[in-house]
């Protein structure tokens, strides 16, 4: 007897001793209860309560979550129904109000979702649900984060996962793109052929601009030729008329056999002449080059003249004769 009153005492010790002591895993906090009353919240670690007269009341995780919204039939703006689901991401701030000021927490979040997802999207049209997801996720994430902000529960993002219109939408949808797609195409090509056409309309105004200019230097070339052929001629004709003046005939004769021999040249040199007519006095002309020939060598072998002495003064006859 004596010894199992001991026994008694040790084993009520230590059970009283390990229920005072309270280790929380990374991750969890616990809330403690005094007579069922909220005392104070338990972080990760160790910790002693008072054995008899606190307990551990809930377990609360504080990691964040992910909490599915169930998929339901939303009625748009343009009357087109729509079935859409979506998840939200949450995670718990403060435990005390999580688990003190709302019962079944992730019902609550749950429904929060679905009621302000329905609102959402059935205050725009189907065209505008199609294309501004992120717009959709903001506004839920907005209104969903001020709804839980006194629980405690911070709502971190919200996607909307699966949106399927009706079939009958959905066909329409898909003509209208493949519409869309060709009437791109066409417009993409007609742009195209214009921009050859201005390409093709630039490279013939240079091509003309180019042209005129090629036109304008070959005139400016050829009314220099002619100029400088006048100039030519004009000196020729100005020294024979010199030669003329000062009294040789000679280069009057060579001037005329010139002229004359480079109009029968051109006669003969004519496509449409077929006979070539030798006039009658060709012979003359011949025999006359051959004499201008021999006076320019008479002239070039005969030393040049001196000037005549002018005579003696004839004598005066005697006075008185």
Known sequence: MSVIIPAVFLLLALFVVFSAIKIVPQGREFTVERFGRYTRTLKPGMTLLTPFVEAIGRKVNMMEQVLAVAQQEVITKDNVSVQVDA???IQIIDAAN???RVDNLMYAIGQLAQTNLRTVVGSM???DVLSQRESINTRLLTAIDQATEPWGVKATRIEIKDLFPPPDITNAMTRQMKA?????????EAEGEKQAAITRAE???QSTVLQAEGGREAAFRAAEGRERS???EATATKMVSDAIEAGSVNALNYFIAQKYVEAFGQLAQSNQQRT???PADMANLVGSLA???ALIRAGQDQPPARPATPPPPAARPPAGS
Do not use: N
């Open 87 to 89: 998840i939200v991401f």
């Open 98 to 100: 999580a688990v003190y």
């Open 125 to 127: 049209d189907l065209d």
């Open 180 to 188: 869309e797609r060709e009437r791109r195409a066409v417009i993409t």
């Open 203 to 205: 490279g013939a105004k």
């Open 230 to 232: 006048a100039q030519a």
């Open 276 to 278: 070539v007519i030798v």
């Open 291 to 293: 004499g201008i020939g």
